[in-house]
């Protein structure tokens, strides 16, 4: 065990029921550098999505929560052990994937994992047992014994993954797991940790610059920039339904429009398909009743019928269009309720 001077911080029992991850206005500096501005956050287990512009602090607020940085301000703790003088004791239950390759490449995979998972505190022969189970979980199985010089891309990616699994930790910091991947292989990588929070029931969060990344496997999503917290909300929140109506017919785009606009209805041609404009809930029921008449008096050959959900880009997007964003920590999603800053995904 560890020993704290007196004069540090006040140790944090790991109890149950305690946030995930809590941030009180933790900042970090290098130089004149701000890589961490006051972020204030609260986030309880689930599959969290750490997202923004590379240069954005993912990177380092994942290295301050597993206890490789002391943050210059502030405070932070990570299921229960406070970042600062607990670094040790929380070193065992947090996995980390860093986004560099900083794999030996004289090992195998075994070897390492092996070797990892014995520095975790685990005895011989369970660390053979569970670096077996990692592996052959990451789909490296029968390439356990290669050496990971000769290992592609997306393997030395699955050798990071098993060493930050084969200690069963409590949580999982990932940093771009992607990171190098193409399209086959980064899909691969995202079943991976899909499966990793979802069949284990173990707290993920994953950094990513990929909004596409984060909508496929996260369920909560903290989006931050230039060390600044943007907001902090379910994934639902940004990608809930708007009040846009999208018809898509092969042909009368025009005619279809102009109908519809006859009837009442506010549209326009944005593409392959015409938008109509949703008022309210009560009113939905007509635009699609009046669409779908309308269609068939004009014998269009109607492809689909849908509503248009957000898409996560716009919480950048209009981030950045409006005025004295960068000054401002905390933006709204549009046309949505304030997101909250403690919160989770509740799992």
């Given amino acids: 065990m560890t020993t704290v001077p007196a004069d540090s911080p006040r140790l944090v029992a790991a109890e149950p029921g305690a946030p995930l991850i809590r941030l009180e206005r933790l900042t970090m500096r290098y130089g004149t550098v701000t890589a961490l501005d006051e ?8 599959i969290i999505g750490l997202v923004g512009a590379n240069g954005a602090g993912k990177t380092t607020l994942l290295k301050i929560l597993v206890g490789l940085l002391e943050p210059t301000a502030g ?71 290669r050496q990971i010089g000769g290992y592609s891309t997306g393997m030395k990616q699955r050798v990071k993954l098993a060493q930050a699994l084969v200690h069963d930790p409590r949580l999982l910091l990932l940093d771009e797991p992607t990171n190098g991947l193409d399209p086959a292989g980064r899909d691969e990588m995202l079943e991976l940790v899909r499966r990793t929070g979802t069949e284990f029931g173990m707290a993920v969060v994953v950094a990513s610059h990929l909004l596409g990344e984060i909508e496929r496997v996260c369920d909560f999503l903290v989006a931050i920039d230039a060390g600044r917290l943007l907001s902090a909300a379910p994934l639902g929140t940004y990608t809930e339904r708007t009040g846009v109506l999208a018809v898509e017919v092969d042909a009368g785009r025009d005619a279809l429009a102009g109908a519809l606009a006859a009837r009442g209805l506010s549209t326009r041609v944005d593409g392959r398909e015409v938008l109509v404009a949703i008022e309210d809930e009560a009113s939905r029921v007509a635009p699609y009743d009046l669409v ?36 401002s920590p905390v933006t709204s999603v549009p046309g949505a309720a304030p997101p909250p800053t403690s919160a989770g995904p509740g799992r």
Avoid: N, W
Wanted: net charge negative; aromatic share 6%; no cysteine.
């Fill in 39 to 46: 972020l204030t956050l609260e986030l309880q287990p689930g």
């Fill in 75 to 145: 405070r932070a703790t990570a299921i229960g052990f406070d970042v600062r003088a607990q670094g040790t004791e929380l070193r065992q239950y947090v996995g980390y994937m860093p986004e560099h390759d900083v794999l030996p490449p004289d090992l195998s995979a075994t070897e390492l994992v092996a070797h990892l998972a014995r520095i975790s505190g685990l005895p011989a022969a369970a660390a053979r047992e569970r670096t077996a189970e990692v592996l052959r979980h990451v789909g490296l199985y029968e390439e356990r014994y």
């Fill in 292 to 327: 779908r008449d309308t269609v068939a008096e004009l014998d269009l050959p109607l492809v689909r019928i849908e509503q248009r959900r957000r898409a996560l880009a716009e919480l950048f997007r209009d981030t950045a269009t409006q005025p004295g964003a960068a000054s």
